[in-house]
């Protein structure tokens, strides 16, 4: 219903804001995040989650919109609340939770105060396919291919060498060179080998 909230700076504490907008003061539930964020100038600009409950009407600021998403995700698993949305917002960036559930690292999920390991796997099994959707990132454990290094090796093992021997020097060559093609990691892993 309210998508941002755009006026001047009243109040400002680590947990919430108050902004007047056009005479109408709106207290705003912050995380610690987006209080960093916040730069002590009176115009200010937040992106809002209004949450409806029986007993209270409730907005959420937030400094960036990519928060807000991450906090709205959080919000849809059972068991996590906005308050401990935004403890997790406040104790890690928006980048570490992202980057937390794609990898399934469930130790950080967990060491965010008022998280077990049930909610925190819970979290990551919710969760991880709509990040990895959303922010289109690659989960990490899983190497990209690399064909030019299998030929380079299958080239190497043809000419005699050690397998494990020119696996470790055409790695070490690939990190330094990612783009090389498959003549330049041989020529450099036979001076290497």
């Known amino acids: 219903m309210i998508t941002h909230i755009q006026g ?7 947990t919430d804001v108050v902004i007047d907008c056009n005479g109408v003061g709106y207290m705003l539930n912050i995380s610690l995040h987006t209080f960093s964020q916040i730069p002590d100038q009176e115009h200010l600009k937040l ?3 209004f949450q409806v409950k029986e ?3 409730t907005l959420f600021g937030f400094s960036s919109l990519a928060e807000r ?3 709205r ?10 308050s401990t949305a935004r ?4 104790s890690l960036t928006p980048k570490q939770v992202r980057e937390g559930i794609a990898v399934g690292d469930v130790a950080l999920i967990q060491s965010i105060k008022g998280i077990g390991a049930k909610t925190a796997q819970r979290v990551i099994l919710d969760l991880k396919d709509k990040i990895l959707k959303v922010y289109d990132i690659d989960e990490l454990s899983t190497p990209k291919n690399n064909t030019n290094k299998d030929e380079a090796l299958s080239a190497l093992d043809v000419l005699g060498f050690n397998k494990k021997q020119s696996e ?7 990190s330094n060179q990612p783009d090389a093609t498959v003549e330049v990691i041989i020529k450099q892993a036979l001076k290497n080998l």
């Open 8 to 14: 001047k700076l009243i109040e400002k504490n680590p």
């Open 47 to 49: 992106y809002t989650h």
């Open 55 to 57: 007993d209270s009407h």
């Open 69 to 71: 998403e991450i906090f």
């Open 73 to 82: 995700l959080l919000i849809s698993v059972s068991g996590v609340g906005a």
């Open 87 to 90: 403890t997790m917002l406040s």
């Open 168 to 174: 470790r020097v055409v790695d070490k060559i690939i």
